[in-house]
């Protein structure tokens, strides 16, 4: 059971895309829910349901004020993680500036889905390359009305992090992104 004070770290293996995950979290803190983004846990609270009591995390999603609950122990299970740090925000700009292209699929069909599961993943690197590559295919064609929409999550999702993470405003990473775009 999570208590208001308790902080601790659980480590995930290396994979490709991994990032740490903590298996307790206070209000206050900052928090990522994969899909959703940045929000900050409002409460802890304890209810009975179905005649069973459960501790559940109330997330407050900074971009658009939604309120989610997530019983604490499912919390990495789900996919709620901290934050990324200023050394893994510093990695998600490098998959930024990349030359790989991580769907090469032909149809906008397919290649709509494999950008789903990736922004699905919560994991800012894979974030980063969907935002990387529609940018990229934003030059050489007119996207889809799904493709742009998956275009400004990935950017709502990674900005928001980043500026966190690197402790600058919102404005400043979009700037710098956009910089990498243009060059």
Do not use: C
Request: no cysteine; net charge positive.
């Amino acid at each position: 059971m999570a208590t208001q004070s308790s902080k601790s770290r659980v480590g995930v293996p290396e994979t490709k895309g991994a990032v740490k995950t903590v298996a307790r979290f206070k209000v206050g803190d900052k928090a990522v829910y994969p899909a959703h983004g940045v929000g900050e846990i409002t409460a802890i609270e304890t209810r009975e349901i179905a005649g069973k009591v459960r501790t559940f995390y109330t997330l407050l999603i900074l971009e658009n004020g939604m309120k989610i609950m997530i019983p604490t122990e499912n919390a990495v299970h789900v996919g709620l993680r901290e934050v990324i740090s200023k050394k893994e925000a510093v990695k998600v700009f490098g998959i930024l500036k990349s030359d790989e292209v991580a769907v090469d699929t032909q149809p906008w069909n397919r290649r709509y889905r494999e950008y789903m599961e990736m922004l699905k993943s919560g994991s800012p690197f894979e974030v980063a390359k969907v935002l990387r590559d529609l940018f990229r295919l934003k030059f050489d064609k007119d996207l889809s009305f799904g493709e742009r929409r998956l275009l400004d999550t990935a950017r709502s999702l990674l900005v928001k992090e980043l500026a966190l993470a690197m402790r600058v405003k919102e404005s400043k990473v979009e700037k710098d992104i956009q910089q990498i775009f243009d060059a």
